[in-house]
Nanobody, 123 residues
Framework: QVQLVESGGGLVQAGGSLRLSCAAS????????MGWFRQAPGKEREFVAA????????FYGDSVKGRFTISRDNVRNTGSLQMNSLKPEDTAVYYC????????????????WGQGTQVTVSS
């Protein structure tokens, strides 16, 4: 089991940046792929980005490619999502997850989730 806690959300103007963090507890964090999803009111949970257990592979949703960067530090048991050039449509609750299955673009690959952090982008 991995416990996850997100932080770093907030209110930002369009064009601005935020950096989300995901702190993991549990000795096996480095054996899980890590991903970020988001969910806006009335919408389904959407894949944002994922990174393999080693950090060697990264994956991005089409809507964030080129603007967001995912990273992880297996020594510190942390993950991050750097979000640049934010748009109002990026407004959502962002969740980090730990996945034991390889299809990291699907929420069903994930075994554990954090509680989420709100990101609001004003126009």
């Amino acid at each position: 089991q991995v416990q996850l806690v997100e932080s770093g959300g907030g209110l930002v103007q369009a064009g601005g940046s935020l950096r989300l963090s995901c702190a993991a507890s549990g000795r096996t964090f480095s054996s899980y792929h890590m991903g970020w999803f988001r969910q806006a009111p009335g919408k389904e949970r959407e894949f944002v980005a994922a990174i393999s257990w080693s950090g060697g592979s990264t994956f991005y949703g089409d809507s964030v490619k080129g603007r967001f960067t995912i990273s992880r530090d297996n020594v510190r048991n942390t993950g991050s999502l750097q979000m640049n050039s934010l748009k109002p449509e990026d407004t959502a609750v962002y969740y980090c997850g730990a996945a034991s299955r390889p299809n990291v673009r699907s929420q069903y690959a994930y075994d554990n989730w954090g509680q989420g952090t709100q990101v609001t982008v004003s126009s």
